[in-house]
């Protein structure tokens, strides 16, 4: 793994936690796409390292699916898992010190920019 990707992955984890600690989102809205637009995994090799990175929570049964049939990079699930808990804690920090008014404005912007950036992107 080169250092541009492993800056990625750490990217992808903080930012996915920060906005599943404020937002409570993280692997289908922000590590999917990422890891399409940004490291240009196929759409299933995304979603079995995404289910991977959220396996305690989620399940271990569907990330078992994916590796079987080859869709699973664990070490960037691992990558993104180990900072995905930092961005967690600040991002859950953060949405406590802000009014509501401003989380349901910044959720609303963040859902929109991400939808249109899937809708018209490659």
């Known amino acids: 793994m080169d250092t541009y990707t492993l800056f990625v992955l750490i990217l992808i984890g903080i930012a996915a936690g920060v906005l599943g600690g404020m937002f409570g989102v993280g692997g289908g809205l922000i590590i999917v796409p990422a890891l399409i637009m940004l490291l240009n995994l196929g759409p299933k090799e995304a979603q079995g390292t995404s289910v991977a990175v959220m ?3 989620i399940g271990i049964l569907a990330a078992m699916n994916y590796y079987k049939a080859g869709y699973l990079d664990i070490k960037y699930a691992l990558v993104i ?4 808990i930092f961005g967690g804690w600040f991002g859950s920090k953060l949405a406590i010190s802000l009014p509501v008014d401003i989380m ?3 959720f609303a912007g963040f859902m929109m920019l ?4 899937m809708f018209f992107g490659k």
């Open 55 to 57: 396996l305690p929570p």
């Open 81 to 84: 898992a180990a900072a995905f």
């Open 104 to 106: 349901k404005k910044l």
């Open 114 to 117: 991400t939808a249109l950036k």
